[in-house]
C-alpha cells in the first residue's frame, strides 16, 4: 500500500459493499485490481475470475454470472500480445470483440456499471494526446480494442473506459519492457556481458498499481465516458532502462547504449506508434489526476525482494 493510505482509502469508501466481477483477472491489470480491493475496499464483493473461471468468448458462461448480479464489471480479458493478433485477426476479435459484446450484454441485464481499460495503441503518436484527440490505431490490435471501446460505450452512457499508458508492474507477470528487461540484465550480467543496445521509442511508462488505484477512484465518483491515463512524464525505452540499471545500482556493471527506435521496428510485427504521450486532461481538470512521475512509480517499485533478490551476488 502507498503512504497515505487513510486518505487513499477514504477516497474508495463508495465502493464498499458492492460486488464487483473483474473478468481477465489472471492479467496484469486485473490482479492490480483485485490487491486494490482486497487491500482498501475489504467489504466489497470481489469476483476476480482469470481465463480458466470465465472465457469471456464463451456467451453461456457471461450468462451464467447474471445469477451473480455485479454492481460493477471490470473487464480486463484481452488477446494481449499485439505481434500475434496481427497474424491471427480473426482468433483476436473472438476476445476482443465477442468476449466484450458477452460482457457488456451481462452488465447491461445486471444493470451494472461497466469499466473499460483502453490502450494507447488506439493513437497514431502524430500528437500529444488527450480525451479530445482522434484515435489512428497502426495495428489489428489496436483496431480491435477501439472497435471493442465503441461497443462499451454505446451499450451505456454510465461506461468508463481509460486510454492508459504503456505498464509495468506485477513482478513475474509483467510481459512488458520492464518485466522482460530485468531478467534479461541479470542473464547478461550472469555471462560477463557488459553492454546492451536499446531502441529510444517513446512511451509513458505506468505502473499497474498506479492505475487501478486512479480507475477505482473513477468509479467511487460514479465518472463515466473517456478518459486519458498515465504517469507523468515521458520516457524513451533508453531512458528507462538506464534508470533502472542506475536504481538497481547495475550502472559500473552495464552500459546501456541508444539504438534508433527503427532497430526494434524491424524485430516486430505489429506497427507501433514511435512515441505516444497522453495528457491526463479530464483527470486534472477534475482534480482526480493520482498518477506520479514515472521516475517515482519506477523506484517504489524496484525497491522489492523480487528484484534485489535477482542481482545478489
Ligand atoms: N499492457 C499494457 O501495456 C497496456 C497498456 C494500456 C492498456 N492496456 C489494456 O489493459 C487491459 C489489460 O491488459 P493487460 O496488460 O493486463 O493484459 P494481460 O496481462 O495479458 O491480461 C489479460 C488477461 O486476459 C486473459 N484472457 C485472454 N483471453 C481470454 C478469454 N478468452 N477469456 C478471459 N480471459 C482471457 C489472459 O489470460 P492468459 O494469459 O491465460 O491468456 C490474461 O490473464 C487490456 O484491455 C489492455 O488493452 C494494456
Not at 62 to 86: F, G, K, M
Not at 130 to 136: F, G, K
Request: some cysteine; overall charge neutral; hydrophobic content about 45%.
Amino acid at each position: 500500500m502507498r503512504g497515505d493510505d487513510l486518505r487513499e482509502f477514504n477516497e474508495l469508501s463508495a465502493l464498499e459493499g458492492l460486488r464487483i466481477l473483474i473478468t481477465g483477472a489472471g492479467g496484469m491489470l486485473g490482479q492490480a485490481f483485485a490487491r486494490h480491493l482486497a487491500q482498501q475496499v475489504p467489504t466489497a464483493l470481489v469476483a476476480a475470475l482469470d481465463r480458466h473461471a470465465f472465457d469471456v468468448r464463451q456467451r453461456e458462461q457471461a450468462q451464467a454470472l447474471r445469477a451473480w448480479r455485479p454492481d460493477i464489471v471490470i473487464h480486463c480479458a484481452v488477446c494481449s500480445d499485439v505481434n500475434w493478433c496481427e497474424d491471427h485477426a480473426d482468433a483476436a476479435a473472438q476476445v476482443q470483440i465477442e468476449g466484450t459484446r458477452h460482457v457488456v450484454e451481462l452488465a447491461r441485464e445486471c444493470r451494472a456499471r461497466f469499466f473499460y481499460p483502453q490502450t494507447f495503441l488506439i493513437y497514431d503518436g502524430s500528437q500529444t494526446v488527450d480525451e479530445a484527440t482522434p484515435p489512428r490505431p497502426l495495428s489489428v490490435y489496436g483496431r480491435l480494442k477501439l472497435e471493442a471501446e465503441q461497443i462499451v460505450l454505446e451499450a451505456s452512457p454510465q461506461a468508463l473506459t481509460v486510454r492508459m499508458g504503456g505498464f509495468f508492474g506485477e513482478h513475474a507477470r509483467d510481459k512488458n519492457f520492464v518485466g522482460k528487461l530485468i531478467p534479461h540484465l541479470a542473464g547478461l550480467l550472469r555471462s560477463g556481458v557488459d553492454r546492451m543496445e536499446i531502441g529510444d521509442r517513446i512511451w509513458q511508462p505506468t505502473l499497474t498499481d498506479d492505475l487501478a488505484y486512479n480507475s477505482l477512484l473513477l468509479l467511487a465518483r460514479g465518472e463515466a465516458g473517456r478518459f486519458c491515463m498515465a504517469s507523468h512524464g515521458q520516457a524513451s525505452f533508453f531512458e528507462l532502462a538506464r534508470e533502472i540499471v542506475l536504481r538497481l545500482g547495475l550502472d559500473r556493471r552495464i552500459e546501456i547504449a541508444r539504438v534508433p527506435a527503427e532497430s526494434m521496428a524491424r524485430k516486430e510485427k505489429a506497427v507501433r506508434p514511435d512515441a505516444v504521450v497522453m495528457r491526463n486532461a479530464a483527470l486534472q481538470a477534475r482534480g482526480l489526476d493520482r498518477q506520479r512521475t514515472w521516475q517515482d512509480s519506477l523506484a517504489a517499485y524496484l525497491d522489492h525482494p523480487y528484484f534485489t533478490g535477482m542481482f545478489a551476488p
